[in-house]
């Protein structure tokens, strides 16, 4: 019977591959979302959880709590970097800042200090640690996504989501990091201060005393002021680092977001207290945002629920039409297994394990699709979560 | 399968060579024997009855009518496919209309060889499968390999023994009745019964068909019975029985 079977259902293996497909489908719907919003929950809950405070510009939480772990997410505005040596100076916390607002290759660059690295348990993997402007260290997919290994270089994008810069900074990668399953396996870190320079606050150029006249447009006994035709530096080399220099105060240089890891419970209250009325910058815990996104996430995931049910009631209702739509098609067949004297129970077999089989390859494919989903579904999730804004 | 049906063995070859019959006619041995037949299909008005009739075993009869007088009814009563209203039917010993429906299908799988006029053959199986299909649906303890041996070697005895890996559905109309005459020998039959089966082939193919289904009967001293309208087939048969022999009776 089974080879009877098998080879019907090869036969027929264009309507079989639709039924197959059909009913794979339909199982598959409730079965990823279920999978991946587990996973999804699971991998926003921990890394939220590690992150006790972030601070930002006043504005969508959701935006704030996602770019700061994710580096995706758009944030409200940036906020000065003052606010960072503003939280050091109370006393209560350790606060790392970030500064993500620019891409290299799509991949978020996130300036930041070498306090980011023990606090999310990262370590080097090739190469070393930044230590000079200009000087990145790259994630272990980017790395890989890139193609890029110590001693390579960066361009960053001239378009940011903020604003359009000028001109591409050229990045030194000194490091791969070893990866640890995380967002930051997808990012490129930099100091802070290189951030600074790709945003044009900072910038290196020819020494204004040895250019000549025609590239200077007025000079005075303590002030020199230059034209375009003056040379800006798009590489920060050990020859022109010298250069490199900020107009204006560190203190009001932008940053999008501050992790704030304060010493204990009380302090977190304190804070938390002091900075819920500030009228430019918030303070928010993430892993209750997160539980309030996922919260709106289980909302929908309802619906899909109820929507999965209805189309696998009607993907069986179907196959059930289709079933007996295809025994009245075979009807001249199973009056010739009767004739020559098959049984109605081997025939009602026979059927069986065309069922069977077409089951059977229906729930190896529903495997695969689950198991790429498995695979690329929470990059996927989180990339439809961020472009959504949440 | 009833312990009297399956203790009955093949025909003695005593009975070869018996009378040939008529409509009316009788003869010794058990070949196929039916008295006071009756059958009606149900909501009309047809009705077969046929008081007494015999055919020898391994005997080779014609059987013609007009069309609508029970031929092919004929055929399935005596594979044990209907049953019949009243009357007997006895079939190489066995009383075909006393089995149970199991009885009947096991009965016909072991015992008949049934030729269709319209082949019948299962469009998703190859030449091979298809002259194996009794077997399969039979739940055979036989050997896969013995089976196709057996099969290729009756495929290659009607000319088609090249086929063998074919689809049916790229086979001519004599190839596939080739096949399904294969598929009625394979179990070697005490009685193979055909129902028109030149009736979808050219004069030429005809001729094969008809001399094959000659050729393989007397090598299994199997009775035949030929239902068919062509007169022209008739002249190699030990006997034949016209249906308007009967009709009216």
């Known amino acids: 019977m089974w080879y009877l079977a098998w080879r019907y259902v090869v036969y027929h293996r264009g309507p079989t591959s639709l039924l197959v497909t059909a009913l794979a489908l339909a199982a598959y719907l409730p079965v990823a979302t279920e999978l991946l919003l587990d996973r999804l929950q699971r991998e926003l809950r921990s890394r939220a959880a590690i992150t006790p405070l972030v601070i930002g510009h006043l504005g969508s939480r959701t935006d704030l709590t996602l770019h700061a772990l994710y580096f995706r997410s758009q944030v409200p505005g940036t906020i000065p970097y003052g606010v960072v040596d503003e939280v050091a100076r109370s006393g209560y916390a350790v606060a790392i800042p970030l500064a993500a607002q620019h891409t290299v290759s799509r991949v978020p660059l996130v ?60 990045l030194h990668v000194v490091g791969i990091l070893a990866a640890a399953e995380t967002p930051d396996d997808d990012a490129v870190f930099c100091d802070v201060k290189t951030v600074w320079v790709v945003e044009g ?42 250069s490199f220099h900020f107009h204006g105060n560190p203190a009001d240089f932008p940053i999008s977001a501050a992790l704030v890891v304060p010493r ?52 069986v209702l179907l196959t059930v039409l289709v079933i007996l739509l295809s025994l009245r098609l075979r009807a001249s067949e199973m009056e010739t297994l009767f004739k020559l004297g098959c049984r109605r129970a081997t025939a009602a077999r026979l059927i069986a394990a065309e069922l069977i089989f077409v089951a059977t390859m229906a729930a190896g494919l529903l495997a695969v699709l689950v198991a790429i989903s498995w695979w690329a579904g929470p990059s996927l999730l989180r990339w439809w979560l961020l472009r959504t804004g949440g | 399968m009833s312990e009297d049906a399956s203790n009955t063995g093949r025909p003695e070859a005593a009975v070869r060579g018996a009378e040939v019959d008529s409509a009316h006619g009788s003869s010794a041995g058990p070949g196929v024997r039916v008295a006071e037949l009756e059958f009606a299909y149900r909501r009309t008005s047809f009705q077969l009855r046929i008081p007494r009739w015999e055919v020898a075993a391994a005997k080779h009869v014609a059987v013609t009518g007009p069309s609508g007088s029970g031929k092919t009814t004929l055929l399935h009563l005596l594979a044990g496919i209907f049953l019949p209203d009243a009357g007997a039917i006895d079939v190489t010993g066995v009383r075909v209309d006393m089995l ?44 896969n ?105």
């Open chain 1, 201 to 242: 606050i900072g910038h290196g150029h020819q020494d204004l005393r040895e250019v000549d006249e025609e590239v200077l447009l007025e000079k005075k006994e303590q002030e020199i002021t230059a034209g375009a035709a003056l040379k800006q530096y798009l590489e920060i080399t050990p020859e022109n680092e010298a």
């Open chain 1, 111 to 170: 300036g930041t200090t070498l306090d980011y690295f023990p606090f999310r348990g990262l370590r080097v993997a090739r190469g070393q640690m930044f230590g000079r402007l200009g000087e990145c260290l790259v994630g272990a997919r980017a790395a890989r996504r890139l193609g890029v290994e110590p001693g390579d270089t960066l361009l960053t994008d001239t378009e940011s989501f903020v604003e359009l810069t000028q001109y591409p900074l050229k």
């Open chain 2, 145 to 249: 390999s013995d089976l196709r041996e057996r099969a290729a070697a009756l495929a290659e005895a009607v000319g088609i023994g090249d086929r063998l890996r074919r689809n049916v559905q790229r086979l001519s109309h004599g190839e596939r009745q080739r096949v399904a005459l294969c598929r009625a020998l394979i179990g070697e039959p005490e009685l193979i019964l055909a129902d028109e089966p030149t009736g979808n082939l050219d004069p030429r193919n005809k001729h094969q068909i008809m001399e094959l289904l000659h050729e393989h009967a007397r090598r299994l001293q199997a009775t035949l019975i030929v239902v068919t309208h062509d007169t022209g087939l008739v002249s190699e048969m030990d006997s034949v029985v016209d249906f308007k022999d009967w009709m009216g009776v």
């Open chain 2, 100 to 143: 149970t429906d199991a009885q009947r299908r096991r009965f016909r799988l072991e015992r008949i060889g049934f030729v269709f006029q319209d082949f019948r053959l299962l469009e998703y199986l190859d030449v091979v499968d298809n002259i194996v299909l009794p077997y399969r649906i039979g739940r055979s303890r036989r050997r």
């Open chain 1, 264 to 315: 204990d419970d009380r302090a977190e209250t304190i804070l938390l207290g002091r900075w819920q009325d500030h009228p430019s910058w918030q303070l928010v815990e993430p892993p209750e945002v997160v539980e309030s996104l996922l919260a709106t996430v289980f909302r929908v995931k309802h619906l899909l629920d109820v929507a999965a049910l209805l189309v696998g009631v009607s993907t």
